[in-house]
């Protein structure tokens, strides 16, 4: 099957290079005792999977405005966008999986104008659980500094598509703006999800977080400015940082 990519702006190439500078660091010395050859393939499958739940959590979030052409515009970049990167590793692993998951995102934007609201999100439950077999594929094992590597990423990932998004307090690419909303909330959902597996020498509280991420969803709903934004996620990445010791 063949499919369509996207253009590469300035801003993915920039994220894309800072993430193999930041994997080539971990991959040479190892402090986390990730598995050395694969652990980059493992993030970046994993980063690219979170991206997709980012970008179903606004399918519907527009589906419930009555927006049909955002909530396309967002299936459609899973399939268009994203696939290509995870879909050999996958099916490396499993390839009826990686059928399964590429037929699911592909049904779901062809009913996706027909179904009502309690429908899509069925459905959209079901692409995301198809979504978290995957990872338990690729990744089996829990992994705390992965998925807060992820996390990270997410941030960047954010950083980029709002600065595509919105200028000078005006959005003036909504899917971009939408995309930053999405990664920021899978942001903070994964570092909610690994807080209770830190050992508590490396625990932040959840009150803290909450504060952070409630101060930057805030920013972003306000349409600060890009430089504002970065503050936040950075202040977000170094307590990841922390937590890490990277």
Not at 1 to 23: A, D, E, G, P, Q
Not at 38 to 66: D, P, R, S, W
Not at 220 to 245: F, L, V, W, Y
């Amino acid at each position: 099957m063949r499919r369509f990519n996207s253009n590469i702006t300035k801003s993915n190439l920039f994220i894309l290079l800072y993430h193999s500078v930041f994997l080539f660091v971990i991959l040479q010395f190892s402090f986390f005792g990730l598995a050395e050859a694969q652990t980059y393939n493992k993030i970046e499958f994993v980063y690219n999977i979170e991206q997709m739940k980012g970008h179903l959590e606004q399918a519907i979030i527009n589906k419930e405005n009555g927006n049909n052409t955002l909530t396309q515009a967002h299936i459609q970049h899973p399939i268009v966008e994203i696939y290509d990167s995870i879909e050999a590793q996958l099916a490396s692993v499993d390839n009826n999986h990686n059928t399964l998951l590429f037929n699911s995102l592909n049904e779901l934007s062809k009913n996706a104008d027909k179904l009502d609201l309690t429908q899509f999100k069925e459905e959209t439950n079901e692409v995301n659980q198809i979504l978290n077999m995957a990872i338990d594929l690729i990744v089996p094992e829990d992994n705390s500094t992965l998925t807060l590597i992820v996390a990270s990423w997410l941030l960047d990932a954010a950083n980029g598509e709002y600065e595509s998004g919105v200028r000078n307090g005006n959005i003036i690419q909504i899917v971009e703006y939408q995309d930053a909303i999405g990664f920021i909330s899978r942001s903070e959902s994964l570092l909610n999800d690994t807080l209770p597996m830190l050992s508590q020498s490396k625990k932040i509280s959840t009150d803290e977080t909450k504060k952070l991420f409630a101060e930057l969803n805030l920013k972003a709903q306000t349409k600060a400015d890009i430089d504002d934004i970065r503050m936040s996620t950075n202040e977000i990445k170094q307590k990841i940082s922390n937590i890490t010791g990277f």
